[in-house]
Every structure is written in structure tokens, then in C-alpha cells.
């Protein structure tokens, strides 16, 4: 298994993590549900009138934590929006509940993929792993 994806099978298990992005000089972190993998990227969604994606674009820098199983994940980086529509498809295939909400064509529905993204598994039993992808 590669390490992106342990990192994204972890993020899928855990089932809920915790995107924190800034606004301005303000934090702001939120719940998040998607993971998906795309083209060898790790892919989240949202939508493009959410304020999570204006700060996303303001600034691309952000961390995702999660906790599961007595092990926490942290992931930074940076993320990228996708406007292809075979990448949003690819993401509404994976999780079909979301298009309830979204569309492919909707011109709302965002993908984005991190790059430069370092994740580190740590635990207070065991030495922190870290993987870059």
C-alpha cells in the first residue's frame, strides 16, 4: 500500500475529520467527509459558495486532523482546485449520497487535491510516521 493511500484509507475509516484553513488571521476548522484518491492525488469536495472555499483560494495552505483507534493523523499542505469535470465525477462516483446536493454541471460542485502535502501519524505508544506525497 502507498502511503497516500494509508493516509486516505485512515481519513475513510476515521469517517469524519477536522479541515482547518484561515480567514484572514482567524482559524477555522470544520467537519469534512471526503476522501478520494484521483490520478494518484488525494482529492476533497465541496462547494464553490462555501466560505471553507473562498479561504481555500485565499490562501491554499491547510491541515486535516483526525483521531481514530488511539492514533491521530495530521496532513498540511497545499490544496489545488480541479475544475475537470471526470475529477468531480470521480468524486461524486465515490460518494453518491453527496449528489443530493451536487452535479457534475451544477457549476458549484469543487474538487481540489493537496500537493505538497506531509502527513504524520503519531500515537502515545509508538514514534511518529511521516509521509510526503
Known sequence: MSGIEKVTDFLKEAGTYYLATVDGDQPRVRP???A???EDKLYIQTGK???VSKQLH???KAEICVFKDGVWLRVSGEFVADDRREAIASMLDAY???RNMYSEDDGNTEVLYLQNATAVFSSFTAAPETISF
Open 32 to 34: 469534512f467527509g471526503t
Open 36 to 38: 478520494h484518491i484521483f
Open 49 to 51: 459558495v462555501k466560505d
Open 58 to 60: 485565499a490562501n491554499p
Open 96 to 98: 453518491p449520497q453527496l
